[in-house]
């Protein structure tokens, strides 16, 4: 069956450090994965978005990577700060024809001062 | 407004009745999507609309959930027949191009409790 999975452990990671969430699926051929912030009681917002034949994109603290072989992502935050504490979420368009994005459950990070 | 605003932001009622939820898009956004989203969960699809139709609707859960958006641009999200397993925050967004091909603007969501 398909599956998008994220860790469902909260990330706990103190001021100034990496970030480094992870996204990984199954049974999908995504033409491109998108990430998304989500603060408690507030709608996603996106964040960065990759291409099937993209490998890295940056975005100021942000990085994200795409691996079609091992079919993960990798969302980097570096130099995190406490306001980098939310929920992130990756979220895919499968290949064949679909025009909607299906979504993980997201990982909560925490970052500490 | 600037962003995708949906009504009511919460709404609590009683198993059996009726429900409607608002979203107005993005001035423009052709696109136009509802999720609903359970508590630890990611958004999960209900229906997508490009212009005035549904363009896919497979997200449903069933007959009692139906949505429009006659002039193609407010939509309404109805739910008959309430069910406690219908509680969740329903999400709306838009997006200025169909087919998914691009970042979606989100609204801050209708908190739906059925008691």
């Known amino acids: 069956s398909q599956k998008i999975e994220q860790n469902s452990e909260a990330l706990n990671i103190q001021e100034g450090k990496t970030a480094t969430l992870t996204c990984n699926y199954t049974?999908?051929?995504?033409?491109?994965l998108q990430w998304y912030r989500q603060d408690p009681g507030r709608g996603p917002v996106f964040l960065l978005l990759i291409r099937e034949n993209e490998k890295e994109k940056r975005k100021e603290r942000l990085k994200v990577t795409f691996d079609t072989t091992l079919k993960q992502s990798l969302f980097h935050i570096t130099a995190s700060q406490p306001a980098d504490s939310a929920t992130y979420l990756c979220?895919?368009?499968?290949?064949?024809?679909?025009?909607?994005?299906?979504f993980g459950k997201g990982t909560m990070l925490l970052v500490s001062p | 407004g600037a962003g995708v605003s949906q009504t009511p932001s919460n709404k609590v009622t009683e198993k059996g009745k009726y429900v409607e939820l608002r979203c107005d898009p993005i001035?423009?956004?052709?696109?136009l999507y509802w999720y609903r989203q359970s508590l630890g969960q990611g958004p999960e699809f209900l229906i997508y609309f490009q212009g005035t139709g549904a363009a896919d609707d497979s997200g449903l859960p069933n007959d009692r959930f139906f949505a429009v958006r006659p002039e193609g641009s407010v939509s309404t999200l109805k739910i008959q027949r309430t069910e406690r397993g219908d509680s969740a925050v329903y999400l709306c967004?838009?997006?200025?191009?169909?087919?998914?091909?691009?970042?979606?603007?989100f609204g801050e969501g209708s908190r739906l409790t059925v008691l």
């Open positions: 967004a838009s997006s200025p191009m169909g087919q998914g091909t691009g970042e979606l603007f």
């Open positions: 979220a895919l368009l499968p290949n064949s024809g679909y025009s909607t994005l299906t």
């Open positions: 001035s423009g956004h052709t696109a």
């Open positions: 049974n999908y051929s995504p033409a491109y």
